[in-house]
């Protein structure tokens, strides 16, 4: 009963939504594969994701070793860094990188209390783009940080005792033993991040920088044309199918990495299993 009502009701929304003109379907379709939503909006969308992200675990791997450390300097400074960037809000992070050519207008290089090597001045270079990536990467990275951390530490730690004592140095007791069952427990979360990365992409306009499908490209054309609701949907509709993507990815490296940890027997292990008992039988 319960199901048929909510049949019901999805289908009633669906049919206003339909029939709904405020929607402006025909609109809608006109610029589904306009060729500046693809070519700028969905390509800079992607690219700020990749490169983020990328930079985001390779930061997130270093704070992770940082807080591992039995280093207390090591420790407390990847502590302060992940207590700031997980603490504020990202469009605020965001925000600061944005004004950092107005706060820091010459940036000079050189001896300490000595002479300038070398001097430049922010406001007359335009990287908004290197800046929203930095921006995205460092936030990132605070979470990046704890996720790797929790997977290294899910393994137990005779397996790295047992590595180095068969004479395995500690990267390469890592590489081998240690990280391949971390990524049980590291994968999941990271094709979330992924996944929340994407649609954070469409708070770069506080740099000021965006070219993705919530950004300048949806709001030129809604001004133009007076119609913002179909672009809002065009934008969803693609953020949407990007993450659909996404999310069939995660799944499959999930099921790579989680091979071996199934308590469900295969059926050649059960076939294997028969057989051994029927030969143990007088």
Do not use: C
Not at 32 to 59: C, D, H, K, P, W
Not at 123 to 151: H, K, T, V, W
């Amino acid at each position: 009963m319960a199901a048929a009502v909510i049949l019901i009701l999805v289908g009633l929304f669906l049919y206003g939504a339909a029939t709904n003109p405020a929607y402006r379907w025909s609109v809608f379709m006109e610029y589904l594969f306009n060729e500046r939503v693809l070519m700028v909006g969905l390509v800079n969308t992607l690219q700020l994701t990749v490169y983020s992200m990328v930079l985001a675990i390779l930061l997130g791997i270093l704070l992770a070793v940082m807080r591992l450390s039995p280093n207390p300097v090591f420790r407390y400074v990847a502590w302060v860094y992940l207590w700031v960037f997980r603490g504020t809000p990202v469009y605020v992070q965001l925000v600061f990188w944005g004004l950092l050519p107005t706060i820091y207008q010459n940036v000079q290089l050189g001896v300490p209390f000595g002479p300038s090597l070398l001097q430049f001045n922010l406001q007359a270079l335009s990287f908004p783009f290197a800046l929203a990536i930095i921006g995205l990467a460092l936030n990132e990275a605070a979470y990046m940080a704890e996720i790797i951390r929790a997977g290294i530490s899910s393994v137990p730690e005779g397996q790295l005792e047992a590595s180095t004592a068969l004479g395995m140095s500690w990267g390469l007791a890592m590489r081998r033993t240690v990280l391949p069952q971390a990524m049980r427990v590291i994968i999941p979360p990271t094709g979330n991040e992924v996944i929340s990365m994407l649609k954070t992409t469409s708070l770069v306009t506080a740099v000021p920088f965006t070219l993705d499908l919530y950004g300048i490209t949806s709001r030129e054309i809604a001004a133009r044309t007076f119609e913002p609701v179909p672009l809002l949907l065009v934008a969803a509709t693609w953020y949407l199918v990007v993450t659909s993507i996404l999310m069939v990815g995660q799944y499959y490296l999930e099921r790579h990495f989680s091979r071996g940890a199934s308590r469900k027997l295969t059926t050649k292990q059960l076939e294997a299993l028969a057989k051994a008992q029927m030969g143990e039988q007088p």
